[in-house]
């Protein structure tokens, strides 16, 4: 799986927009990008992932660039409970395969009041 | 749905003794992984099962690690003469996967088992 590149860490005051960019220059022309994010003490988190379009849910939006060789996870409106570490991975998703979902370091994102 | 529930959420063990943890998964979920996290650094890959069968193991599985999933319910990781370098966060995922919706496949992760190997 491709490898990614995420800064180590952001803040963001609550009630903005926060945006967590993530590199993967290599990323192959089947391969997801999928963002999970882990709170202190609790297992990761699935957020969002998509191929190419942009998407969105309840949790947060998910912009890849044309290229598809960087991507930003936006969570519009920070609280303090979205203090986490967040990770950007990228995999091949076969139809029968595992979620072998290999994670870097991530970004800790701190909320601050 | 209460969620992946792991116990126990602690461990301290003495170097050499074995330990077994267990996951239960969201009820129906087809499959299960085991990953391990150290201080600071992401979760690592270990091992998975569909259903009963354990279809893959990382290398990082050692021959001292086991992992069975009976009847394709909950699992258990069994780490036998335990070692210091053992410490770690053990995590359980579980997902549900029908057919081509693997391509979506989305882990729900329980919150670990911290193991202290002293």
């Known amino acids: 799986d491709a490898k990614t590149t995420q800064p180590p860490s952001m803040d963001c005051a609550e009630g903005r927009a926060a945006n967590l960019p993530c590199n993967h220059s290599?990323?192959?022309?089947?391969?997801?990008v999928y963002w999970y994010r882990q709170i202190h003490s609790q297992g990761p988190q699935y957020i969002i992932h998509g191929l190419k379009n942009n998407e969105t849910n309840e949790m947060a939006s998910l912009i890849i660039t044309e290229d598809r060789k960087s991507s930003t996870l936006i969570l519009p409106h920070a609280t303090l409970r979205d203090t986490a570490v967040y990770y950007c991975?990228?995999?091949?998703?076969?139809?029968?395969?595992?979620?072998?979902?290999?994670f870097g370091q991530g970004t800790r994102l701190t909320i601050n009041p | 749905d209460t969620g992946v529930s792991q116990n126990p959420r602690h461990k301290i063990t003495k170097r050499g003794q074995n330990v077994t943890f267990r996951c239960d998964p969201i009820s129906e979920h087809n499959r299960l992984y085991w990953y391990r996290q150290t201080l600071g650094q992401g979760p690592e890959f270990l091992t998975y099962f569909q259903n009963e069968a354990q279809l893959e193991k990382s290398r990082l599985l050692s021959d001292r690690f086991s992992a069975e999933r009976p009847k394709g319910s909950f699992s258990t990781l069994e780490i036998q003469r335990t070692e210091q370098g053992d410490s770690a966060m053990y995590l359980c995922?579980?997902?549900?996967?029908?057919?081509?919706?693997?391509?979506?496949?989305?882990?729900?992760f329980g919150s670990g088992t911290q193991l202290s190997v002293l």
């Open positions: 995922a579980s997902s549900l996967v029908r057919g081509a919706e693997a391509t979506n496949e989305k882990l729900f």
């Open positions: 290599t990323i192959s022309g089947n391969e997801y």
């Open positions: 991975i990228v995999r091949v998703a076969w139809s029968q395969g595992a979620q072998k979902l290999v």
